[in-house]
């Protein structure tokens, strides 16, 4: 069975750090690009970050991310451990909501984010 699974989520204070992981299950996340995607309350889904499929001689893989966390966040993947991570850094009370991953067409269940004093 195909899946994706977040976690890492939690309650950070403004400026603090958090490192989500998503885990996927009965695929190779290397092969395929990987998306970030966040849910405020009362908003609509955002796209937060893109990590493009491993190069296969290289292993490089490409980034992307929304105006709104570039130099703040870091996607990145493990293709050891068939993760992908977003850091986040300098975390501001805008970044609070739930965050998703999505995989080849395949959604993760959500890990909220809360940036909070």
């Known amino acids: 069975q195909r899946q994706l699974v977040e976690s890492g989520g939690g309650l950070a204070q403004p400026g603090g750090s958090l490192r989500l992981s998503c885990e996927a299950s009965?695929?190779?996340?290397?092969?395929?690009?990987v998306g970030w995607f966040r849910r405020a309350p009362g908003k609509g889904r955002e796209g937060v970050a893109c990590?493009?499929?491993?190069?296969?001689?290289?292993?490089?893989?490409?980034?992307i991310y929304a105006d709104s966390v570039k130099g703040r966040f870091t996607i990145s993947r493990d293709n050891a451990k068939n993760t992908v991570y977003l850091q986040m850094n300098n975390l501001k009370p805008e970044d609070s909501g739930v965050y998703y991953c999505?995989?080849?067409?395949?959604w993760g269940q959500g890990t909220r984010v809360t940036v909070s004093s």
């Open positions: 990590i493009s499929r491993s190069d296969i001689i290289t292993d490089y893989s490409g980034e």
């Open positions: 009965g695929f190779t996340l290397d092969s395929y690009s």
């Open positions: 999505q995989s080849l067409n395949y």
